[in-house]
């Protein structure tokens, strides 16, 4: 909405000066030069100018509720009235008629200014009677009902939004799989089916996949890091009482989980993949630590002392 009336102060602010510009040109032709051709062609050249830059701003046949129509026009012909007033005054004879219908023609110039000012603010009033949204058609100006903004100045309304609706054919992939994601559609997992040899191979690929020998020693070397980066001298003293004993039961868990893998996997897989430098305990920083809590840990995983 501010773009819209920035954009209106600057028309009526450019009529302005272009209406200045041209009573100025009138009175220098007419007072120093005695020029009467110069000043009844030179208005001409300024208020083509002024009929122009309004056209290019206002939006011809708007839907608004406007009660002074085409009155603009008022304005670009007010500078001819005050030309065939100063024409009256020079004269060889004094003429009381003459004095009258120039002081006339002055007041008529005023009331077409007066007219065009209050077209102006005919144009400027918003359009209190939108009730609903407009339609979104595409390349057109659009705006919320709640926004009271003149349909004559719809142009200055530079607004990039997304459209409400979709058009037909026009397909949203983005929200779409967000929409999945929350509601826990899609395929996440890979039901057993019911026959076919095909079946049953797919089934053995997808879920020998991630349980390779290979895979397994990648994950076991990647937590043994993660346990080393926890247990370090610089790290572990950072680390609360809690975390610190939930990080002995995690390591716990890990090295049961750890023995099974190998028991499970046996020589197809090199003592070296599983582990990364060699060292299967706990670093020594936590060592002290982790054996004052061992028969606590030992009882949550239920493990053997």
């Known amino acids: 909405m501010y773009d819209v009336y920035a954009r209106i102060m600057l028309l009526f602010g450019a009529s302005q000066v272009l209406g200045a510009l041209t009573y100025y040109c009138i009175g220098t032709a007419i007072a120093e030069l005695r020029a009467f051709w110069i000043m009844w062609s030179m208005p001409m050249l300024f208020m083509a100018a002024q009929f122009l830059i309004m056209r290019l701003d206002i939006v011809r046949g708007s839907s608004g509720q406007h009660r002074l129509p085409h009155m603009e026009f008022a304005g670009h012909f007010a500078p001819y009235v005050a030309a065939s007033a100063l024409t009256l005054e020079y ?7 003459g004095v009258v219908t120039a002081w006339v023609l002055v007041f008529v110039c005023f009331a077409l200014h007066f007219l065009f000012a209050c077209r102006m603010l005919d144009l400027a009033v918003p359009d209190w009677n939108q009730k609903v949204d407009l339609a979104e058609d595409t390349g057109k100006s659009w705006w919320p009902k709640h926004w009271k903004v003149p349909s004559a100045f719809a142009k200055a ?8 609706k979709l058009e037909p054919g026009q397909h949203d992939l983005v929200h779409e799989m967000q929409a999945l994601a929350r509601t826990g559609g899609g395929v996440s997992s890979l039901r057993r089916r019911k026959g076919g ?15 390779a020998p290979s895979a397994l020693a990648q994950q076991t070397v990647r937590l043994d890091r993660l346990f080393q980066f926890w247990f370090d001298e ?12 939930r990080l002995h039961e995690l390591y716990s868990r890990y090295q049961l989980a750890r023995k099974q893998a190998l028991a499970a996997v046996g020589d197809s897989v090199s003592d070296n993949e599983w582990s990364d430098g060699g060292n299967d305990t706990v670093p020594q920083v936590a060592r002290l630590e982790h054996e004052g809590s061992q028969y606590y840990l030992d009882k949550a995983t239920g493990a053997t002392s």
């Open 234 to 245: 610089a790290v572990w003293p950072q680390v609360p009482e809690n975390g610190q004993r």
């Open 91 to 97: 004269r060889w004879l004094y003429s009381h008629a």
């Open 157 to 164: 309304i530079w607004l990039i939004a997304p459209p409400k």
């Open 197 to 211: 040899k095909a079946g049953k191979d797919e089934l053995n690929s997808v879920g020998e996949k991630d349980t």
